[in-house]
T-cell receptor, first 114, second 115 residues
Framework: AQSVAQPEDQVNVAEGNPLTVKCTYS??????LFWYVQYPNRGLQFLLKYITGDNLVKGSYGFEAEFNKSQTSFHLKKPSALVSDSALYFC????????????FGAGTRLFVKA | GAVVSQHPSRVICKSGTSVKIECRSLDFQATTMFWYRQFPKKSLMLMATSNEGSKATYEQGVEKDKFLINHASLTLSTLTVTSAHPEDSSFYIC???????????FGPGTRLTVL
């Protein structure tokens, strides 16, 4: 069965410092991996995805994520955090190409302090 | 990018009444739409998947007769919460995709409060 884990409920980081939001997954076959961001009372906004190819994926707003097959991880990173990055971040996985059921992690709340 | 809208953005209703939430793809034709429910400080729970012109596929534990989903056209899906109760209060989010595309595009969500 597909699953995705975000081990941290909350991540605190100072503005200008690098940030990492962790995600690990379990899926049969090759995973499709996604990161989304949600601002209060809003829907989800797509940040980036990994389907195949280069393990380092670059996305919107300066975010990037590294796919690590041996560790089954897909951590979200940004070299220099902004206060405006404060939001709820979701990692998501789809198991099979053509199978579109997406499983979301529990979410990690990111707080960036000025 | 592709835009998905939801209407209404917020609704308050009395217990026992029915509420309809619309999900529209504004600039593309969505072959598949998804309905999610999000509890406070929790992740999204997939409720059902609907393909245009066919019956929705509900996830285990989701009551079909309570959460009626209609996907009458390639740009519109509706979720009707029938005989709503306070425990149905939640944030409902839809998403849409085009056949052959990897991405799904999310609506802004609808906050339902049942008194």
């Amino acid at each position: 069965a597909q699953s995705v884990a975000q081990p941290e409920d909350q991540v605190n980081v100072a503005e200008g410092n690098p940030l990492t939001v962790k995600c690990t997954y379990s899926v049969s076959g090759n995973p499709y991996l996604f990161w989304y961001v949600q601002y209060p009372n809003r829907g989800l906004q797509f940040l980036l995805k990994y389907i195949t190819g280069d393990n380092l994926v670059k996305g919107s707003y300066g975010f990037e994520a590294e796919f690590n097959k041996s560790q089954t991880s897909f951590h979200l990173k940004k070299p220099s955090a902004l206060v405006s990055d404060s939001a709820l971040y979701f990692c998501a996985v789809r198991g099979l190409p053509g199978g579109f059921k997406t499983i979301f992690g529990a979410g990690t709340r990111l707080f960036v302090k000025a | 990018g592709a835009v998905v809208s939801q209407h209404p953005s917020r609704v308050i209703c009395k217990s026992g009444t029915s509420v309809k939430i619309e999900c529209r793809s504004l600039d593309f034709q969505a072959t598949t739409m998804f309905w999610y429910r999000q509890f406070p400080k929790k992740s999204l729970m997939l409720m059902a998947t609907s393909n245009e012109g066919s019956k929705a596929t509900y996830e285990q534990g989701v009551e079909k007769d309570k959460f009626l989903i209609n996907h009458a056209s390639l740009t519109l899906s509706t979720l009707t919460v029938t005989s709503a109760h306070p425990e149905d209060s939640s944030f409902y989010i839809c998403s849409a995709r085009v056949a052959g595309d990897d991405e799904q595009f999310f609506g802004p969500g609808t906050r339902l409060t049942v008194l």
